[in-house]
């Protein structure tokens, strides 16, 4: 099993998990290092965003890039220095840093492990960690690597989602905020609203009691089941990955848009959306 929680933790084998400290706040170092030290958790080595969870020479464009191949091995391999080790990437309640960094290791072929558990029940089994903190490389970064690397069940471009928009069997699920999705408000990029027939299924929709929750979209299986393909994006990237892996544990054909509604504002030809979509009143009217 890859996402764990205290109820299947198994303490014996704890010694070959690294614990990885991916609590941070977006774009400000400062704040993300404070909120480590409000609640330091003995031997975990800490991810900074860049150039590991996002890297501006990355596979697409928008606000935050997917790294390219390099980059994430190189991080990987600073992590489990040692034959059997594994990370095991954790983060605070209802974040995605800790996701974003699991879904990248996925992307490219890395094993590592996802804590869906609170920080104080990962502090009480801190003594069975590995006694080595990793360092990790701070210059020279090689950077190679391009999309036919990656995992493609995993990841899709602009140009797959240009060619989605007009596809009736595939599924795209706008994960940001109801008032983002339908074009009333934009604090971040430069165009409101959404790519043309998405739905919203908002981000916080996918927790409980600030963990992951696996079963949170069972009553939807047979409207999910009855695509082909689906695919979820948020602004960026980023926050996406707790929804996708959430249906991805389901079995699902989910996919990652890499580049978000901030890489498809890019594009002038790409058309934007605003108000609901047809399909999404049977969406609001199935989480009622």
């Keep these: 099993m890859t996402i764990m929680d205290r ?26 290092l404070d909120k480590i030290s409000e609640y330091p958790v003995a031997g975990a080595v800490h991810i900074p965003q860049h150039p590991w969870t996002f890297d501006g020479d990355g596979l697409n464009h928008g606000r935050h890039p997917i790294p390219v191949q390099s ?18 990437l954790f983060d605070g309640e209802q974040q995605f840093f800790h996701t974003r960094l699991y879904y990248l290791f996925r992307l490219y072929g890395l094993d590592a ?4 558990d609170s920080m104080e029940s990962l502090a009480e089994l801190s003594s069975y960690f590995n006694a080595s ?17 990656v995992e493609t069940g995993l990841l899709v471009l602009m140009e797959d989602v240009k060619e989605a928009v007009h596809d009736e069997d595939v599924l795209l699920i706008d994960v940001r905020s109801r008032e983002r999705y339908l074009g009333l408000e934009e604090p971040i990029d430069r165009k409101m609203g959404h790519i043309p027939g998405a739905v919203n299924i908002p981000y916080g929709s996918f927790f409980t009691a600030g963990r992951m929750n696996f079963g949170s979209y069972e009553h939807m299986r047979h409207l999910l089941d009855s695509f082909k393909e689906i ?19 389901m079995g699902l054909p989910v996919r990652l848009y890499g580049g978000s509604f901030s890489e498809w504002i890019t594009d002038d030809e790409n058309s ?15 989480n009622e």
């Excluded at 990793?134 to 999309?147: F, Q, W």
């Design 113 to 116: 492990m996802l804590w869906n």
């Design 272 to 286: 934007i959306e605003t108000g609901d979509a047809p399909l999404n009143e049977r969406i609001l009217s199935l």
């Design 231 to 249: 695919i979820v994006y948020c602004g960026s990237g980023m926050s996406a990955t707790p929804p996708f892996l959430v249906l991805h544990e």
């Design 133 to 149: 903190t990793p360092v990790l490389p701070v210059e020279n970064i090689a950077r190679t690597g391009d999309y036919s690397d």
């Design 7 to 32: 109820t299947t933790v198994d303490e014996h084998n704890f010694n070959t998990l690294i614990p990885v400290d991916c609590r941070n706040v977006m774009d400000d170092m400062t704040a993300s």
């Design 71 to 88: 980059v994430v091995e190189t991080l990987y391999s600073s992590l489990a220095q040692a034959p059997g080790e594994i990370p095991l």
